[in-house]
């Protein structure tokens, strides 16, 4: 919303202003086109995550290994104790970041970007009583992930699976949480400070997304041939469908294309990775029937599907419940906010905008 205030526009949200000149990615919701470090995001599908991490390390001036890390005994002490209270997953996670030390930028984002699986699955673990596991050497960050939390070295297509995902929310413009991060970070301070911050705003329900209530409304229709009926009558009672529309992309997202993908190759082979065809079968029914129905409803919407629709048939499909989603995604996207650190660390500027005073006068 945009208003006139004392003869100065003011753009509430910073909605439309161009805060920053990026190289890392480029989104345009126009085209539904996501370029990432100069690459389109379905060229990067095929990545491994570690390849992609150092893309966007590179371009933003920095040349370091990514590698998951064991965690110190202070941040398994901390989310030992907030398992005991039961502490929400996106919360233990930005307590546990919170501990990591480092003492330049650079070990700051190798400690960051190697530590949250290892944060995310050893808290998770201990939420369901079980001891965290130390990293494997010779597993990459996906396979250590799905490690860590299983015990059970993963199906070469869960860790695919799993790679396209991260992949796909490793950055995607100036969002929220990285606004956030470069904020705390063109302030002069530390790395872990700003990624602290970004965690939280990431916890948001209006960035962090709903992945969880999308897979709800596959399961709510259950059956293919249920599917009409029930999508008509949300849409009717003007309910929102869940997973599709974006406020960015006014085509098919292209994440959502990727994912859509990558769910196939994995849901293919369920013999092997253990995963529901059916599932996936539905979840395409349900898809098709939405899509046409939100066209006859709502024509010229072009309310297409989006990112969360097929994260959550995804991260299902590798076994992982709801809370476990957010912080998932915050494993991703930890590359990103530590790549535009860099960016705005070199540009050595302070993020300050104005505001307009609309109180009482003395």
Request: proline share 5%; hydrophobic share 45%; with cysteine.
């Amino acid at each position: 919303m945009t208003t006139e205030t004392h003869d100065t526009r003011v753009h509430n949200g910073l909605e439309g202003i161009i805060a920053a000149e990026t190289r890392l990615s480029m989104v345009d919701g126009a085209r539904g086109e996501l370029v990432i470090g100069g690459y389109r995001v379905e060229e990067l599908a095929s990545w491994s995550f570690e390849r992609t991490v150092t893309l966007l390390w590179e371009t933003a001036g920095f040349r370091g290994e990514v590698r998951t890390l064991p965690l110190a005994d202070e941040t398994l002490t901390l989310l030992r104790s907030a398992a005991a209270k039961r502490v929400a997953p996106m919360d233990a996670l930005r307590m546990a970041a919170g501990t990591l030390i480092a003492e330049d930028d650079g070990t700051a984002a190798t400690v960051l970007v190697g530590s949250f699986p290892t944060i995310v699955a050893a808290y998770w673990r201990l939420l369901h009583g079980r001891d965290p596991l130390p990293p494997r050497a010779d597993l990459g960050i996906a396979a250590n992930y799905l490690y860590m939390l299983s015990e059970t070295e993963p199906h070469p297509e869960l860790v695919r699976g799993l790679e396209t995902y991260l992949n796909t929310v490793i950055d995607h413009g100036l969002n929220a949480s990285t606004f956030t991060a470069r904020v705390i970070a063109s302030t002069g301070s530390d790395f872990v400070s700003a990624i602290t911050g970004a965690i939280g705003a990431l916890k948001g329900p209006l960035h962090g997304g709903a992945p969880g209530p999308a897979l709800d409304m596959v399961f709510e229709i259950g059956d293919p041939a249920r599917a009409e009926g029930v999508l008509r009558k949300k849409i009717q009672s003007g309910e929102r469908l869940m997973g599709f529309g974006h406020r960015v992309y006014k085509v098919r997202d292209p994440r959502a294309d990727v994912l859509a993908a990558a769910a196939e190759r994995m849901f293919s082979r369920p013999g092997e990775t253990g995963v529901d065809m059916h599932l996936y079968d539905l979840a395409r029914a349900v898809e098709q029937t939405a899509l046409r129905l939100l066209e006859e409803h709502k024509p010229g919407r072009h309310l297409q599907t989006n990112v969360e629709f097929y994260t959550a048939l995804l991260l299902h499909g590798l076994g992982f419940e709801v809370p476990l989603f957010t912080p998932t995604f915050a494993i991703g996207r930890a590359a990103g906010w530590t790549a535009h650190c860099f960016e705005q660390r070199a540009l050595g500027k302070l993020i300050r905008p104005q505001s307009v005073y609309v109180g009482a006068m003395p």
